[in-house]
């Protein structure tokens, strides 16, 4: 604690000024442009006086299109957060060589690549694949929202309270040099006795309460509010892989929280959990955090494999190629994501058979994953092949991922990864899979269902130009780490003595550069496509797409659909286009849609500041702020109306005026 007067750490706790890294250059420029950047958004919004418009259509909606935007928002946001991390690293390495150190000191090296893991797992990755599911999900089943609508809410604004906690560490205190996975000893008290860790543990804790209330959420979603006639084997591909996701979010997550609980008690109260000595264990904090983890990266990748197949369908004009085993493929997928966690650290010895049990469960992952690739294939087989952009992200995939994939078999062959591993050579193969399968298909789901969300295309020629930069900036980026960690360099170094080696850095960092070009060509076509929304307007299925969410206008009415489809078929949009679908213009009824709610925002900013309370041991502050949010919670469950209604007049209004909806049937010329 500071040494001041009592009343001051009993006020503050250890929060005081020389908690903030005035000293740090890199921090404080950085500040300076992060908080000219929010000005200049709140200015404009206070300009243009749209908080009202904010608050109520928005920031309180419990609607689950408008929650998944905010999510496709939040995760780009978090997305240039993690990628200057990455140009940090790339940079560094790319120059400290010999006596030049470069300028990024080890501890805040350190610092960098731990922020870099967490950001684009947690708040970018999970927000991109929760914002997707969340908007494309419920329509495609025919429903008119979540299960439990506030709870979506609220599970938004925890995932909001998380990102608030890890980006004030940037510029309050600092963060964890654990890595992603806040590896202990490095992560308890002895070796990281400032608030980094904690930072990384509350704001962990807190978005994943909140992935946690979407898992359980959606899984209710999907078994308990399908469309009359929409059996499992009738759902489309999407809604599967979103179904599997979400059961693996309710197994995996709770194991995260005790995992990061139980390190919490080590560093608040003494435990000794996974301290090295007093009966403490590391490798079981190890264990436990990859029981969650390679389950999580299969959450990651999953909905996009949904992704794929929705647009690998609707793009080669045909049905998905071999249905049945698409699902059993996806569910072999999530069983056997449980099965392989040691092969994160075969090098823990312990023993061949352990190890080889391990490795035989990593390689037989690679034969569903094999079924699902074979599967797209055989759909673009004969089919009428169109290269929008969607389609072009997906093609994309199916290289880089696939290479990525072979990598990862090679890695599961555990005398081979004793060499491989926590070398770049994992580095790459990590981020061939992440990028290659979940960034592109992140890409490739927003080219495709934005024109549902807005009504207007995306421009195809930056589209386009985004695509290429990504696709050739991932190459030159990691193709010289698979390279460099074939020769053994190390994870995680900040500085290197071999000059050598420093021509794949070099390389690697203008990969990095490209990759920037392709996310700064991303922004271009997001403005260049509101500039020419007119010209670009789209009527409800501007793909021919197949499933549900075609069926309704762009963007779709706040219920959906003002009467709930009858399914008979899978695919079952392009089964109502060919029996000559007829929109129903009159009959309309009143529709139960519950109403907007401040309780999600009250909690999460709450919830904020019980974390950073906790953080910096500013005890009355965490106890005042833990009562109110639970107050709030008891208020919430006794006071909120649920009894809001779309009244028939306005359905019908709404349906009457619905843009050019023209419904194209498979096969018809347009
Ligand atoms: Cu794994």
Redesign the pocket.
Known sequence: MPDRPAIWNFLLGRLSLSSLPLHNSIVVGTFIVVSIGALGVLSLITYYRKWGYLWSEWFTSVDHKKLGIMYMVLATVMLFRGFADAIMMRSQQAIAFGSNMGYLPPHHYDQVFSAHGVAMIFFVAMAYIVGLMNFAMPMQIGARDVAFPFLNNLSFWLTVSGVVLFMTSLFVGDFSHAGWLGMPPVSELKQSPGPGVDYYIWGLQLSGVGTLLTGINFVVTILKMRAPGMSLMKMPMFTWTSLCTSGLIVVAFPILTATLFLLSLDRYIGTHFFTNGFGGNVMMYVNLI?IW??PE?YILILPLFGVYSEIVSTFSGKRLFGYSSMVYATAAIMLLSYL??L??FFTMGSGADVNSFFALT?MLISIPTGVKIFNWLFTMYRGRVRFDVPMLWTMGFLFTFTIGGMSGVMLSVAPADFLLHNSLFLIAHFHNVIIGGVVFGVFAGINYWFPKAFGFRLDAFWGKVSFWFWQIGFWVAFAPLYVLGLMGVTRRLSHFEDPSLQIWFIIAAFGAFLILLGILAFVVQIYVSIRRRDELAVGNDPWDGRTLEWSTSSPPPPYNFAFIPKVHEREAWDDMKKHGYQRPLEGFNDIHMPKSTSTGVVIGVLATVFGFAMVWYIWWLAILTFVALIGTAIWHTFNYDREGYVKANEVGEFEQHIGNWEPKAQGATS
């Open positions: 990859w983890g390679h990266v392989v966690w092969h994160h990593t």
